[in-house]
């Protein structure tokens, strides 16, 4: 059944196929009123893919959540219409964890023990050697780990379901070379289906993306992708947010603007249903057993820090669409929130601060309990804002916040030791820090090593001083970040040319040091970086595998 307006209809005459050779637009046949209902029927079928990760078994994390992008943008294009399925093969196909190389099984929580127990010791050194990411030659060649279900799983799974489109996202840039592999099997397995890829790697890469699929895939929607992917299904040319291949030329339409918060549809937590998310979860603080789901109220940020690829303004979700959101998911049995929000605080003129007030009491009010994973910046952080979490924590009944991030990030390039001189700067909001902590919310930051400009001297400096915030009682755990510069990012403009390799996909994962800095090479970036988990973990004996690499509790007996 056609489902637009004669009014709609009129505004979206259907273009012609101008897309090169693969006849790649619906509307050369089908459309609203087509002969071929079949083959409409089929178009109106799309599947959305979370594609398997590989990772690097020395430096990297494995962790995944909710695939927020295709979740967001699978429920608005089923509420056009369209029969959506999601695929989240990463954690679909958890517990399958394989040597990329050889295939042969990965016995993840084995490994993690071992390489724990050898750091702690061993020097850097000893474990550059025992655990290497570089060949004899001196050319980068890690042991890659693939996570998911496998590909003929996934080719499986989608045949049942025989849609006309398949959209891949690719949110990171260590994600490319998994999500190349798939495309180019299920260009082989679905040769008439229109593939899509989307995502912040995607948007940042269109054209390497475009080149590395061989073909395989036939568009790049850039950035918010809702409006893009519905024009494409409904066999318009958008005007903007398009990348594609015209005879052998990269033809580009501009990225889109901000997220469409006013027109968007709530989550549907019954695209989901059928995925089920570890628990604890693998990629945040534990929910104590209860059920959770990452979740943003608001996007984007003003802040511009050089190494982030958050280029959108801030904005947020109206309160009634909070309230909306907040129902649904009680009704379907979430109990904690995962907030991945930009900048939770964030807006140039604090109209962040107000909404996230209201947030928390939201969050009360419909007792869900919360957390934060996406950041509260420390430099706003204030005391109103600990007052607001504190009163509603002090409150009955179930709805408080368990967990904060609140990270030290880097605002120029030239910041070279950044916590030392941010906790310096701030000793008001350390109090503050404390007074979460004490109040039994767990409290946690990051420090990013391997800047352009940082010699090792810097990095240590801000070793000692997350040493410090540790022991002084500040916060409970400093997750290590290994700078990765990524594209789309100041860091990238300036400094790509220090990369190691730029096809070193997996080091681009912000936990995987892939470069030099300029003032230490690319040894001494890794040796410092192991340098931070070995003195900082004895400090934090207690943090688990979620965003870290090296986590003392995986140490059976303890640390
Ligand atoms: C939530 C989040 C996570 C969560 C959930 C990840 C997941 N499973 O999806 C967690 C914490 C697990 C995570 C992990 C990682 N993340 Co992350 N993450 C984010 C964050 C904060 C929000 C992404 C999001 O969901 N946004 C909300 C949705 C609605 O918006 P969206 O993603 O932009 O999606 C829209 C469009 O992009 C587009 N779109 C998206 N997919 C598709 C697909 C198709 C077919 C189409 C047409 C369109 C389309 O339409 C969507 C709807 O409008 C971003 C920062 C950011 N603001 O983007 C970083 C970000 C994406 N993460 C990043 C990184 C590096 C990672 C990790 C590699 C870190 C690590 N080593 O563990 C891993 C990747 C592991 C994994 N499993 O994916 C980087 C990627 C940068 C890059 N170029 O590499 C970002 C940009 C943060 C940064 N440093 O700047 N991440
Ligand atoms: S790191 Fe955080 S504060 Fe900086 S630009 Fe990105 S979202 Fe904003």
Redesign the pocket.
Known sequence: MCTKTVAEQMAAPPARNSFGNRELLATDSPGCGSASSKRSEKEKRVV?V?PP?YTCSTF??I????????W??GSYLQAKGYEIRIMDS?IEGWENKTYLESGAPFDFRSFLEEKVRFLRSNTPEAFMKKYPVTGQDGNIRRTLVRTGLSADEIIERIRDFNPGWI???I?????HRGAMDLAKRLRHEFPDAKI??????A??MAKTVLRDSEGSIDFV?K????LA?EALLEGRKPDRSLAYMKNGEFVEQGASGP?LLEDMPLLDPGLLSHVHYPLPAT??FGTHGRKYS?W?AS?GCHRRCPF???QQPYRHFSLAHVEAQLKLFREHGYEELVL?D?SLLGGPRNDGKEFFLELVKLFKKYGMFWHD??GVEFERLDESVVDAILKENGKPGPGNCTALYVPFNPRYVEDLRVVETQAGERPKTLKLLKRLKDSGIYTFSSGIWGRAGQSVEDMRADIRSCEELLSGGFLDQVIIFGLSY???TKYWEMFRHLIVDPADWEG????VPHASTGQADFDEVNKTVLEAYRRLNVLQPHVGPWAYAFPPSAIRGGY
Do not use: Y
């Open positions: 959305l979370k990760l990297a994390p962790r995944s959540a909710q695939p927020l992008g295709i967001q943008l990463v959209g891949i996202s949110i990171a840039t260590c994600e899509v890829a989307g995502g912040q790697h948007t940042a929607v950035g918010k992708g809702e992917f997220a990629h945040s990452d943003m996007f982030c690829c958050n991945q930009d994973n996406g990524l594209p789309g681009f994962s912000i936990f």
